[in-house]
């Protein structure tokens, strides 16, 4: 049994920042690799950011240079750091975990973006 569990999300101004977080907890050797995904109201879930256990990160292109993924490998934690937010960075963001052949998600955390 994995569980993931976000936090960080909230309501911040346009060009403010947020800081999420994802712990993963339970019974595994290793995590592959940590994502954040988001869906925004109407659209479909996309991926924002990724970053595999040797530490090699993508973004997704509208968050390039903005968002900023990491990871404590000791604490199974991955972060998101997302300065100069945009109304249109608006969405649950969702943390995600391939373990072996496995996906694991968290709930879900909401972030709003205000104009």
């Known amino acids: 049994q994995v569980q993931l569990v976000e936090s960080g999300g909230g309501l911040v101004q346009a060009g403010g920042s947020l800081r999420l977080s994802c712990a993963a907890s339970?019974?595994?050797?290793?995590?592959?690799?940590m994502e954040w995904y988001r869906q925004a109201p109407g659209k479909q879930r996309e991926l924002v950011a990724r970053?595999?256990?040797?530490?090699?990160?993508n973004y997704v292109d509208s968050v390039k240079g903005r968002f900023t993924i990491s990871r404590d490998s000791a604490e199974n934690t991955v972060y998101l750091q997302m300065n100069r937010l945009k109304p249109e960075d608006t969405a649950v963001y969702y943390c995600?975990?391939?373990?072996?052949?496995?996906?694991?998600w968290g709930q879900g955390t909401q972030v709003t973006v205000s104009s």
């Open positions: 995600n975990a391939v373990i072996g052949t496995g996906n694991y």
């Open positions: 970053i595999t256990s040797a530490g090699n990160t």
């Open positions: 339970g019974s595994f050797f290793r995590i592959n690799r």
